[in-house]
């Protein structure tokens, strides 16, 4: 097909040209929900330090999983969720199921815990155990924070402005979540407790999801028409080198994140193993990254 044949394909009714004026408020959207998202995991962190125990091992747990589990959601969204649903309207059901896990974790973990501590031995059990309650608690709330960005990608068509926008969204989402270690380590757990900061989090969940349908109440979505049945020959070719890409940045991933769990580690030593210290490491670190 020439590229005027191929520019007059139809695109989606949400597109850029109408979803324009709602750009800035799923900004908006992004920077609750990463501000929720980091909350969680403080929480989390506290939870599993008082219930299992803490040490480098299983805080590398914790963010393996936590880091895991967002993989997986992003992932697994394309594979079983149909482009036909409203975007927004999966972006808000994700965005309800976080908070509703957010409840269950905060209430399972003691249990697991003490559960844990009758059963848990030395040695590679010991570590085998940390690692199974990090996974129930965390796996379930973390697949669906990693499927809300592949669902808010659905929406954005997939031109140059469009592209630029999910950068927006993801360095919203990392500046909310900036937001959100320093309020939880700093302010909510230092004032308050884990109940409280846990509800302020399912709160920013509850309001992000209600914003979402009622902006996909105003803007019409219709699935976009798949460019390889307008194409005649081979569709789209992977170049060359493109696994070494994925290699690339896997490795950069493995880095950073091994980094983290070190830098917890040598922090603690000198300010004590503390939920101050693993706040101020994720702030920093997501300052970074953004």
């Not at 697994?76 to 036909?84: F, K, M, Q, S, T």
């Not at 796996?139 to 068509?157: D, N, Q, S």
């Not at 320093?182 to 992000?208: I, K, S």
Request: aromatic share 10%; with cysteine; net charge positive.
């Amino acid at each position: 097909r020439t590229m005027t044949q191929i520019e007059q394909i139809p695109r989606p009714a949400a597109g850029l040209e109408v979803a324009q004026r709602w750009l800035p408020a799923l900004l908006l959207l992004f920077v609750g929900s990463g501000c929720a998202a980091l909350i969680y995991e403080v929480v989390w962190f506290q939870l599993l330090q008082l219930s299992v125990g803490s040490s480098a091992v299983s805080l590398g747990i914790l963010l393996g999983v936590f880091m895991g589990g967002m993989c997986l959601g992003s992932l697994l969204l394309p594979r079983y969720i149909d482009r036909g649903h409203h975007p927004l309207k999966v972006y808000a059901l994700l965005e309800l199921g976080i908070g509703v896990f957010g409840v269950v974790v905060l209430f399972a973990v003691p249990v697991i815990g003490e559960a844990y501590t009758r059963i848990a031995g030395t040695g590679q059990a010991n570590v085998i155990l940390r690692a199974l309650v990090a996974s129930i608690c965390l796996l379930p709330p973390t697949l669906l924070m990693g499927a809300t960005l592949p669902a808010i990608a659905r929406w954005v068509e997939a031109t140059p402005s469009g592209v630029s926008w999910l950068g927006y969204f993801y360095a919203g989402n990392l500046a909310g979540a900036v937001a959100g270690s320093v309020l939880a380590g700093f302010y909510l757990l230092r004032l308050y407790d884990m109940p409280t900061a846990t509800f302020v989090a399912v709160g920013l969940n509850v309001l992000v999801s209600a914003l979402a349908l009622l902006i996909a109440t105003r803007t019409p979505y219709a699935p976009p028409v798949r460019l390889a049945e307008h194409t005649v020959g081979e569709a789209r070719v992977a170049g060359p080198g493109t696994s070494l890409v994925y290699v690339a940045i896997a490795l950069s991933g493995l880095t950073a994140l091994g980094s983290q769990v070190v830098w917890a580690r040598v922090l603690s030593l000198l300010f004590g193993g503390t939920v101050y210290t693993f706040s101020m490491i994720l702030a920093v670190f997501l300052v970074g990254l953004g």
